[in-house]
C-alpha cells in the first residue's frame, strides 16, 4: 500500500512557545522506578551513578555504583540532586 501525502496539507510545527510549555511540565520524577539508574548529587557535592533501590512516599533509598551499601543515602524524590 502506496501511502500519498496531499500537497495541500500543512504540517504545523511547534512553536518556541510550545518547547518551553513542554519543559515548564517536565517532572522527572515521574519516571523514578525501583532499579532505575540515576545521576545524584552525594553529600561531598559529587555527582554519581546510583540505582534506586526503595521508593516510600516523597523518598528515594540510592545505591552508588561500586560502592557498599553502607554508602546508601535517602534522597527525597523533588531533591534538586537528583
Same mark, same amino acid.
Request: charged share 30%; net charge positive.
Given at each position: 500500500?502506496d501511502?500519498?501525502?496531499?500537497? /495541500?496539507? %500543512?504540517?504545523? +510545527?511547534?512553536t518556541? $512557545?510550545?518547547?518551553? /510549555? /513542554?519543559?515548564?511540565?517536565?517532572?522527572?520524577t /515521574?519516571?523514578?522506578? %525501583? @532499579?532505575?539508574?540515576?545521576d545524584?548529587?552525594?553529600?561531598n557535592?559529587?555527582?554519581?551513578?546510583?540505582? &534506586? $533501590? %526503595?521508593?516510600k512516599?516523597?523518598?528515594? $533509598?540510592l545505591?552508588?555504583? @561500586?560502592?557498599?551499601? +553502607?554508602?546508601? %543515602?535517602? +534522597?527525597k524524590? +523533588?531533591?534538586? @540532586? &537528583?
Amino acid at each position: 500500500m502506496d501511502l500519498k501525502l496531499d500537497p /495541500q496539507t %500543512e504540517v504545523s +510545527k511547534p512553536t518556541l $512557545t510550545d518547547y518551553i /510549555q /513542554q519543559l515548564k511540565s517536565y517532572n522527572p520524577t /515521574q519516571y523514578f522506578t %525501583e @532499579g532505575a539508574l540515576v545521576d545524584v548529587m552525594d553529600n561531598n557535592k559529587s555527582w554519581r551513578v546510583a540505582r &534506586i $533501590t %526503595e521508593l516510600k512516599n516523597d523518598t528515594a $533509598t540510592l545505591s552508588f555504583d @561500586g560502592w557498599s551499601s +553502607k554508602w546508601d %543515602e535517602v +534522597k527525597k524524590k +523533588k531533591y534538586k @540532586g &537528583i
